[in-house]
C-alpha cells in the first residue's frame, strides 16, 4: 500500500465528536512514549502527529484519513502516572466503549517498546482485544536498539507470551525498517473489515 494523501480530521474523546463517516478504522494503542507519535509521522512521511519528549501527550482520539477511505485513529497512550487520575479513568471508559464497541474499527495496532517487551497494562489490551475478538497486529517498536539476534529472540518470547500465530513485526523509525511490512498489515486489516461489511457479518 502506497499513502497518497493524508488528513488530520479530529480530535475526540467522545462519541458524539468523531467522525460520521462510514469509513474503517485503523486504531494505533501503546503506552506512553512507545514512540507512537515519531511512528505516526514515519508511516504517513508527513508531520502531523504530535512527537513530544514528555509522555502523555496524546488525550484525545486523534483521527487521520488515509488516502480518502480510511482513518488511522492515535489513540491516547495508557499508563502514564503523572496524568490526573480523574483524566485517566475517563481515557479508559471511553478508549474501552470505542475498542469494545465501535463497529467501524478494522482492528488494532498494539505498539510495544521490543527493549522492555509486554508490560501488564500491554498484556491487558492484549487480553481485552481477544475477548472482544477485534483483529490486532502486534508491533515492536525501536528494533534498531537491539542487535539482530536479540531482536529475534525478543519477537518470538513476545509471541510466546501473547498466543501469536506468527512473530510481531519489529520496526524502527531512527533505522527506517518494518514501514513497508506495517503498511500491508494495515491494508489486510481495512480489506478484511470490507469483506466483512460486503458479506453482513
Same mark, same amino acid.
Given at each position: 500500500?502506497? &499513502?497518497?494523501?493524508?488528513?488530520?480530521?479530529?480530535?475526540?474523546?467522545?462519541?458524539?465528536?468523531?467522525?460520521?463517516?462510514?469509513?474503517?478504522?485503523?486504531?494505533?494503542?501503546?503506552?506512553?512514549?512507545?514512540?507512537?507519535?515519531? /511512528?505516526?509521522?514515519?508511516?504517513?512521511?508527513?508531520? /502531523?502527529?504530535? %512527537? @513530544?519528549?514528555?509522555?502523555?501527550?496524546? $488525550?484525545?482520539?486523534?483521527?487521520?484519513?488515509?488516502?480518502?477511505?480510511?482513518?488511522?485513529?492515535? /489513540?491516547?497512550?495508557?499508563?502514564?502516572?503523572?496524568?490526573? *487520575?480523574?483524566?485517566?479513568?475517563?481515557?479508559?471508559?471511553?478508549?474501552?466503549?470505542?475498542?469494545?464497541?465501535?463497529?467501524? %474499527?478494522?482492528?488494532?495496532? #498494539?505498539? &510495544?517498546? &521490543?527493549?522492555?517487551?509486554?508490560?501488564?497494562?500491554?498484556?491487558? /489490551?492484549?487480553?481485552?482485544?481477544?475477548?472482544? @475478538? $477485534?483483529?490486532?497486529?502486534?508491533?515492536? #517498536?525501536?528494533?534498531? *536498539?537491539?542487535?539482530?539476534?536479540?531482536?529475534?529472540?525478543?519477537? $518470538?518470547?513476545?509471541?510466546?507470551?501473547?498466543?501469536?500465530?506468527?512473530?510481531?513485526?519489529? %520496526?524502527?523509525?531512527? @533505522?527506517?525498517?518494518?514501514?513497508?511490512?506495517?503498511?500491508?498489515? &494495515?491494508?489486510?486489516? %481495512? #480489506?478484511?473489515?470490507?469483506?466483512?461489511?460486503?458479506?453482513?457479518?
Amino acid at each position: 500500500m502506497e &499513502i497518497f494523501n493524508v488528513t488530520f480530521r479530529a480530535a475526540a474523546l467522545r462519541a458524539s465528536s468523531r467522525p460520521r463517516e462510514w469509513y474503517p478504522q485503523v486504531a494505533v494503542a501503546g503506552r506512553s512514549n512507545v514512540g507512537k507519535s515519531s /511512528l505516526l509521522n514515519w508511516l504517513f512521511q508527513r508531520r /502531523l502527529a504530535k %512527537v @513530544a519528549k514528555a509522555p502523555g501527550k496524546t $488525550r484525545t482520539l486523534n483521527f487521520f484519513l488515509v488516502n480518502s477511505s480510511f482513518y488511522v485513529v492515535d /489513540l491516547p497512550g495508557y499508563g502514564y502516572a503523572k496524568v490526573a *487520575k480523574q483524566l485517566r479513568d475517563e481515557w479508559g471508559q471511553e478508549l474501552g466503549r470505542y475498542l469494545l464497541d465501535e463497529q467501524r %474499527v478494522a482492528g488494532v495496532v #498494539t505498539l &510495544i517498546d &521490543i527493549r522492555h517487551g509486554p508490560t501488564p497494562l500491554d498484556l491487558d /489490551l492484549q487480553e481485552m482485544l481477544t475477548a472482544a @475478538a $477485534r483483529e490486532r497486529v502486534v508491533v515492536l #517498536t525501536k528494533a534498531d *536498539k537491539l542487535s539482530r539476534g536479540q531482536r529475534a529472540s525478543t519477537q $518470538r518470547e513476545v509471541q510466546r507470551q501473547l498466543g501469536l500465530a506468527t512473530p510481531p513485526l519489529a %520496526v524502527s523509525v531512527n @533505522a527506517a525498517e518494518g514501514r513497508r511490512e506495517l503498511l500491508g498489515e &494495515i491494508e489486510s486489516l %481495512v #480489506t478484511a473489515w470490507r469483506g466483512r461489511q460486503s458479506r453482513g457479518d
